[in-house]
């Protein structure tokens, strides 16, 4: 169920019943071959998938997030953490007030994840009676199963984020591309030079079964996400 589709009066109509909401966060950034929006794109098609089964609203992504290590790349957009914490914090605050108690942020960005504890756990303690959960869909047990069933290591930029018909936005190499090293606090260029083409290494591509698989597991994690939350 996206926002996008109803208007205030739906919603109001909604919150006489649910009061469970996601926002899906990510980040607008380099991703190799795949699209500079991946990050937004796939855990908004994984909240959708969800939601088909377990009809929660899904608001509208914020889709830009932390991504300085990657400004040497043309088309990413990075946030300063102080500007991306204050965005986070007023979009959940604005959906505690309308009466949402029960919010999961359903993320797609590695680097979102410390600002998003703090403000998540900020939040909880100011409003007890609420309950704020974080989603990260490739860390989920059930996904990482399949890339281990498989034998293909996670990793940015790599097959685990090129879904065919969604973030596939033009041909990939083919084989795979061993693990740069990057030195922690490398600035933006150096990490372009040390990078390259944007990949953190292993395969570009994975079957489209295996994607399947993958982007299934996905779902049942959040759906069983939904349902804890309901519960909580």
Not at 164 to 174: D, Q, W
Not at 201 to 226: H, R
Request: charged fraction near 15%.
């Amino acid at each position: 169920m996206l926002l996008t589709s109803l208007n205030w009066m739906s919603v109001e109509a909604y919150l006489e019943r649910e009061d469970r909401v996601i926002l899906i966060t990510g980040a607008v950034e380099q991703h190799a071959y795949a699209s500079l929006a991946s990050d937004v794109l796939v855990p908004l098609e994984i909240a959708k998938a969800a939601c088909r089964r377990d009809p929660v609203l899904i608001m509208p992504p914020l889709p830009y997030g932390l991504s300085p290590y990657f400004v040497a790349y043309p088309g990413t957009v990075s946030l300063r953490s102080e500007t991306y914490a204050a965005v986070v914090r007023e979009v959940l605050s604005g959906l505690l007030a309308q009466g949402f108690r029960r919010i999961l942020v359903v993320n797609g960005h590695g680097g979102n994840v410390g600002v998003l504890v703090a403000v998540l756990t900020e939040l909880g303690n100011a409003h007890p009676g609420a309950r704020l959960r974080l989603f990260l869909w490739w860390r989920h047990p059930r996904v990482a199963a399949v890339a281990q069933a498989a034998g293909l290591p996670q990793a940015h930029a790599n097959w685990s984020e090129n879904f065919p018909g969604l973030t596939r936005v033009g041909p990939s190499p083919e084989g795979e591309k061993a693990a740069p090293q990057i030195p922690a606090g490398a600035s933006a260029a150096e990490t372009r030079a040390l990078l390259g083409d944007g990949s953190y290494g292993g395969p570009y591509v994975a079957p489209d079964e295996i994607m399947a698989q993958f982007f299934d597991a996905a779902v049942d994690a959040l759906v069983e996400a939904l349902d804890d939350l309901k519960h909580a």
